[in-house]
């Protein structure tokens, strides 16, 4: 999440409360912006790694965890992968301050991994999810545990620890009223890798059985503020982890839904804040920017279309897995991509494009048409008339004829896409409440960390050795 | 120029200094860092302007020179064109300040011409020359003036208000030791639109005759500072023009060579800061961004490879005036799109990528070479065999085979582009000496004008009315 992320989703909110993106005055309206870029203290961090510009999601964690600058794939060790670093919910842990850690990933995912565990490779997922039982922390929360099984049997390793793990939402709900530690909230959807759902996705019937990212937020704080936390105070991170995935898929739609969530989460954040303004920091920011996001596009120049988003009411992850996976399997048999035009006659394939996405066919240049028939042809039967360094370019590692249906309808909005993987643009910081203060200017991403403990009282200058 | 602009260019010094922008480590040494991203504070802006997410050069310069929102195209004025509005450098002229006004592109240009003009359209150039000449500032330097003659012969009514001209190199650096008031210090070579030549493109033996914009933003320094002007105190817009040209051309060479020479010019500016800590406020900010530029491409992933632009030498506008012309020359006669590979066998044309871009056709992927070919045939005889739309998307209005040369060439070193137009990510502020704490954190462009205001000790409220 950089800049182009916050500046794309207060121009679709701006359009979906009846303003107009275009006419750029109803930006500045206060319920057109998010509640991160209200905060009153804002600053920027570099984000690259200790050998590479583009960072990855392991080796930024670990810098505003610990402070320190590694590898990517390395979670709370230096690059030697040698020697492990505390993070900064640890040193919190270690003062008596009560932790918890939501992701809507999954729990053992890079950026929660990186507060709590200490592993030469990310993809230890197992290892990683068996140091987050032996924490001690008080709360963890949101998506579930990617690698449950492996070394360790990480349920019976949480139930020996005394935690509690619940999966239903009345049964996190509860924590509301009746907070306790040790507990592990997993809301009942995991779509993708354990992971929660894209927030685009949760409409009616699916809101009454799940939460949202702002919903296990508001849990997390009351029970870290319960139980006596008020007098301890506590250390919480929240990370909305799949506005890198919707980035990384380029898909703008899923990527503004989840930043409306996360940015809902700051909200409950904020709300504590204000019946204990004196005694609490909120710090938001992104690990890196991804997908090479821009507000604009060539096809587009100066005008803002975002009116053209307001009708995608499906996540790519979600059609893939549902509309397109049914059409592909009533249509894919004995499909031959040397036809031409196998798209234009394609009643069913025009209708869930307009119903999913409100891509209108007829509305699209001939080009448009053409690249949506190739991506077409290399989904239905995996070949297409593209030379293969064409098809890379297009679609990554993504489903050809999603990944353009999102690319053209986002460049339709004027938002372009550049990468399916993190790029090097450094990334706003926003802060407000105790020694928010510290947080203006351009720093790197490690300084993070580093303010984070000095605020937090450790007097040892980070990374402190394990 | 927003973050990307600046990251790019660090990365790249940091390729030219014998470090590796792979290895990011180097990035951050000091000598590898630009002038303004060292300045000790750091805040963000936004952008758009009265009526459109992507502002154009006129609203943006009219926002941080008049602290008023108005339309793309209208410089000094509201949006409803009926009322003027004085700038920060008028109101500090009205009270004895020196003011002076530098860009590298024309004088009369939308950014200069918010600092002393106020015109319903930005296209009137010879209306906005006109109110240059009786600006009575002090000092104007870099580029030309595009437009003057017209309605005002701009040459007459400059003598006339007792304004010198001068244009050689000589007689514009003897204003260091023998600075006057009332001079216009116009760059010998003026390349296109009366703008100075990319930095990229002074080498040897132009640079004898020519001046950087650094140098020319010494010469501004010592003519207003020289004759009483540390008594009165002064006034100085300096502008980096032409790395918007060039990132509207998406040729990042062109843009991080001038970014350079920019930065430089913010090195003169801290020089004198450094002489007069305690009395100098420096500002430094893009007006926008422009090309959609990002740090990253899905043809590279996770990897920079800066080392690949060390070998271009020339600009895309001088290439296509001198190198491409006589290429073009020579060979367009009878040229027919329809034969194959007409570029595969092509030596002089392989050869001139690699002198002039260090474009390496053989190690180009069979997508790179097709989209080569493509270009080459539109730009030979006009025509191609792709749709017009995929055209307008490849090309914008820029020379087909010279922006298929820098987008390649850029993508291989893992910088995208998506549009030719302006975007509207919002944009770092740069800030050092008195009262630059005012400028952290995150707010709008007039905030701008209106923070500068306030130092200068304007006690109104701006916009004020002219």
Known sequence: MSSSQIQATEAYLTELHGGNAKEAADLLLPGNRLNMSKMPVAGMQTTYD???????????????????????GVIGMDDAKTTSFKSVA????????KVGVVSSVSLDHATPAAYYASVPSRSNMNGIAAQMANTGYEFFGGGGIAAPTGSTNVWDLL????????????????????????????????????????????????????????????????????????????????????????????????????????????????????????DTLIVVTGDHETGGMTIGHATTG?????????N?????????????????????????????????????????MADEFGLIYSELNDYQKLKLEDAYDKSMCGANDNLGAENTLLYGTYEPIIVTITHILNE???????SYSHTGVPVPVFAEGLEAKNFYGFYDNTDIAKKIAKIIGITQALPIVK
């Open 50 to 72: 200790a050998h590479a510009l583009m960072t990855d999601s392991a080796s930024s964690a670990t810098a505003f965890a610990c402070g320190i600058k590694t590898l990517s």
């Open 312 to 352: 995608q009411n499906t996540s790519f992850q979600y059609f893939q897995a549902n509309q397109w996976a049914a059409h592909n399997a009533a249509n894919a048999s004995g499909y031959n991509y040397t036809l031409p035009n196998n798209l234009e006659s394609n009643t069913d394939m025009i209708a869930l």
């Open 159 to 278: 139930t020996a620890n005394g935690y509690e793990v619940r999966n239903t939402k009345e049964s996190i709900e509860d924590l509301l009223t009746h907070p306790r530690d040790r507990v592990v909230a997993i809301n009942p959807w995991l779509q993708d890798a354990s992971a929660m759902p894209y927030a685009i996705d949760i409409d009616e019937p699916q809101a009454e059985n799940n939460l949202s990212l702002a919903e296990i937020t508001d849990v997390a704080i009351k029970v870290l503020s319960g139980n006596g936390g008020l007098n301890t105070g506590f250390f919480l991170m929240v990370e909305g982890g799949k506005i890198d995935w919707a980035c990384h898929a380029n898909d703008a739609m899923a990527t503004i839904g989840d930043m409306i969530d996360f940015d809902n989460a700051v909200g409950m954040a904020l709300e504590f804040y204000k019946a204990h303004p004196r």
């Open 412 to 418: 339709r909005a004027s938002v372009g896409w550049t």
């Open 90 to 97: 640890q040193l919190a842990h270690e003062r008596g301050k």
């Open 302 to 310: 100066y005008t803002a279309y975002y009116d053209r988003l307001l």
